[in-house]
């Protein structure tokens, strides 16, 4: 999980940064940083949807569209109360 921040965002930014000081021409690299950067939260909340069990099994309950063992349990006598607006 650590290894996407490094690679989205400090080692493209890092490079712009310190690619100048160098000498280093970079100009067509700072449209990838763009795209590397913006790229990073959608990938990052993937990983973290991926590693965690209970996140990893909602989402896939949630894409195959199946019921999960809370749902089964409810039967049809089950009373839903409304919470109290105010």
């Known amino acids: 999980q650590s290894l996407i921040p490094f690679g989205f ?4 930014a890092g490079l ?21 950067c913006s790229c990073f939260p959608p990938l990052d ?3 973290t949807i991926l590693l965690m ?12 569209c199946r019921r999960t063992k809370m749902n089964s349990k409810i039967s ?3 009373v839903v109360i409304p919470a109290n607006k105010h």
């Open 53 to 64: 069990h209970d996140y990893r099994e909602a989402a896939f309950t949630c894409i195959l």
């Open 9 to 12: 965002l400090h080692c493209t």
């Open 16 to 36: 712009v940064l310190f690619a100048p000081v160098f000498g280093i021409d970079i100009e067509g690299f700072s449209d990838f940083v763009s795209v590397s």
């Open 45 to 47: 909340a993937i990983a």
């Open 76 to 78: 049809s006598n089950s």
